[in-house]
């Protein structure tokens, strides 16, 4: 059964930093997509950051751009996601989500999630 877990959530002040890990067990992030998508209370769950698993290639929402970087460990099977520079709007329950093929935006495309980590910034 494939199994994505996620960690390294927290509260943090704005303008502090946090690294979510996500390690996966029964799926492969060197030839699965991987996608950090976000849900705030009463909110859609929102794109935020993906990565290629064939060249590594990096997609970002606008609104994390510069602030957040998606990585990946291969030989781990753990994607992260480096949380930087918070501000309050960046309070939410944040997701991996794995794919085979491309990575997408969409996050009705993505087969496989975790069960969340949820990132609280106060102001």
């Known amino acids: 059964q494939v199994r994505l877990v996620e960690s390294g959530g927290g509260l943090v002040q704005a303008g502090g930093s946090l690294r979510l890990s996500c390690a996966a067990s029964?799926?492969?992030?060197?030839?699965?997509?991987v996608g950090w998508f976000r849900q705030a209370p009463g909110a859609e769950r929102e794109f935020v950051a993906a990565m290629s698993w064939s060249d590594g290639s990096t997609t970002y929402a606008d609104s994390v751009k510069g602030r957040f970087t998606i990585s990946k460990d291969n030989a781990k099977n753990t994607v992260y996601l480096q949380l930087n520079s918070l501000k309050p709007e960046d309070t939410a329950v944040y997701y991996c989500?794995?794919?085979?093929?491309?990575?997408?935006?969409?996050?009705?495309?993505?087969?496989?999630w975790g069960q969340g980590t949820l990132v609280t910034v106060s102001s």
């Open positions: 029964r799926v492969s992030f060197s030839i699965h997509a």
């Open positions: 989500a794995a794919r085979p093929g491309a990575a997408t935006m969409t996050h009705r495309t993505y087969n496989y």
